[in-house]
């Protein structure tokens, strides 16, 4: 059974369970990453990609943003004072080639 969780997430958030921010990354091409909880906040936090490929690859649950290890690859989002936690659950999936280095998955500048 495959469990649909962009659906899921979407459920939980219509009954106040709101994620601070929720990107699919969904999208095929572009720049632009999509924050799925705009509608239900009113407001949203769209990320920008730098040097990546969007939707490259494709998996059972949708699409992915694709890095090949080059500098600068990377999403960022602009600061928000709703980013300013001190306990918080982030999650992320991810299919790395290469475990043998140091790769930086969430980080959080306050510049």
Request: hydrophobic share 40%.
């Amino acid at each position: 059974m495959v469990l649909d969780y962009r659906n899921i997430i979407l459920e939980e958030a219509s009954q106040g369970g709101l994620p601070i921010a929720y990107w699919p990354m969904q999208e095929v091409n572009g720049t632009s990453i999509a924050d799925l909880m705009t509608a239900a906040r009113g407001t949203g936090y769209t990320g920008t990609l730098a040097a990546g490929t969007l939707g490259a690859d494709a998996g059972t649950l949708g699409r992915a943003v694709s890095f090949n290890g080059s500098s600068g690859q990377k999403i960022t989002v602009p600061h928000d004072s709703a980013f300013n936690i001190t306990t918080c659950t982030l999650e992320c999936w991810v299919n790395m080639a290469n475990v043998s280095v140091f790769q930086r998955l969430i980080s959080k500048w306050t510049n």
